[in-house]
């Protein structure tokens, strides 16, 4: 009689044990499956909605989604610089709160208000000379009004290296260019047009805003300096602009830009009192009806900058900040080469309008949060 060869045969009890596991882990397995079905299914619809919107549209559009308690992202241009115009004024109050956190300034500290940090947009521009107001203050004129006066004087108060560290640190190195003060952004703009421009004081900067947009601005620029026309180096103010943004000067990614959303939302910015404290001043508890809110239901909290700038648009703000970001998405959205005003806000509406089809409504969306 031979000798059996040995062979390794699984037990009974053994494939009982392998074939249980299988089982428990069955679930797990549909449900990531499921979990990775919807991500597509969101992100293609959500595509193809922004392809629409971008084709249908003047200009170019970029968007970055994120929804956090799952990872996934969605882009569309979002790899390339975007100039952020007023949505600047979020890292710069990241920069500010971090110093009230580290103790190194109050929120009732005050702070004088000097010629140089005069330039239009917002009341504060004309208000006296040496008017002392405090920092708080300072941070819900340039959130809730979007005062540039009161930008510049933040700026001065952490100082410009530390606010650009603060944003270097939040966004990545690769994504994100440096912030200036927003006087800066006229005095390169305007030195496009001629160089002698940097000379002129804040307050002269301040009359030629008065002047339309259009030959009308770079006539005002011309009176200003006491030129000729033939003296000119840009003729027009589309191609003084257009030079400007061509540096990237205040200019990011969408995707630098909403990594530093997702690090606010999470906490990984601010303790816990600044950042209730800039989720107010971001307007979590107003429905503004304006641009990309105008297309997302009442029912969800928002927090949002807004940025305008000639033929230059931004809405950036994340969808159901609180809890840390569980249930939250971050939307960051930036048009090229449109009307800033009335064509940017129907742009926007229309991505808010997108992103509520596609990931606020639905069985999918109860069953992602």
Not at 19 to 48: I, K, T, V
Not at 234 to 240: F, R, V
Request: aromatic letters at 6%; charged letters at 25%.
């Amino acid at each position: 009689m031979r000798p059996r060869t040995p062979t390794t045969r699984a037990t009974p009890d053994r494939a009982s044990r392998r074939g249980f596991a299988a089982y428990l882990l069955l679930p797990f397995c549909l449900l990531a499956s499921a979990g990775a079905a919807h991500a597509a299914a969101w992100s293609d619809n959500l595509q193809r909605e922004v392809q629409r919107i971008d084709r249908d549209s003047p200009g170019t559009l970029g968007v970055y989604v994120k929804r956090l308690n799952g990872g996934e992202t969605f882009s569309y241009g979002s790899d390339k610089f975007w100039y952020l115009g007023s949505t600047v004024k979020v890292p710069i109050a990241i920069a500010l709160l971090q110093q009230v956190d580290a103790g190194k300034l109050k929120l009732t500290d005050t702070l004088k208000l000097q010629d140089t940090d005069r330039i239009e947009a917002g009341r504060l521009v004309w208000s006296k000379t040496g008017t002392a107001l405090q920092l708080g203050d300072l941070l819900k004129r340039m959130l809730g009004e979007s005062d540039n006066t009161a930008a510049n004087m933040l700026i001065r108060a952490v100082g410009e290296d530390k606010v650009n560290e603060t944003a270097r640190a939040a966004m990545g190195t690769k994504g994100f260019e440096k912030i200036t003060t927003l006087a800066q952004v006229r005095y390169d703009v305007y030195a496009e047009i001629h160089p002698d421009a940097r000379k002129l004081p804040n307050t002269q900067m301040v009359q030629i805003a008065g002047a339309p947009l259009g030959p009308g601005r770079v006539e005002a620029v011309r009176k200003a300096l006491n030129l000729k026309t033939t003296d000119l180096k840009a003729k027009t103010i589309d191609e003084a602009y257009d030079r400007y943004y061509k540096t990237n000067v205040n200019s990011a990614t969408l995707e630098a830009y909403g990594d530093m959303l997702e690090k606010l939302v999470k906490g990984q910015l601010l303790k816990p009192p600044s950042t209730q404290l800039l989720f107010t001043a971001m307007k979590i508890d107003i429905f503004t009806n304006y641009r990309l809110q105008a297309g997302l239901p009442r029912s969800e909290k928002f927090i949002h900058k807004t940025g305008t700038q000639y033929r230059r648009a931004c809405h950036v703000g994340v969808i159901n900040p609180q809890n840390g970001g569980a249930d939250a998405i971050v939307v960051t959205t930036c048009a090229a080469d449109l009307d800033e005003q009335k064509q940017a806000g129907r742009v926007f509406q229309q991505v808010g309008q997108a992103i509520t089809k596609t990931m606020l409504t639905g069985p999918a969306t109860a069953a992602a949060r």
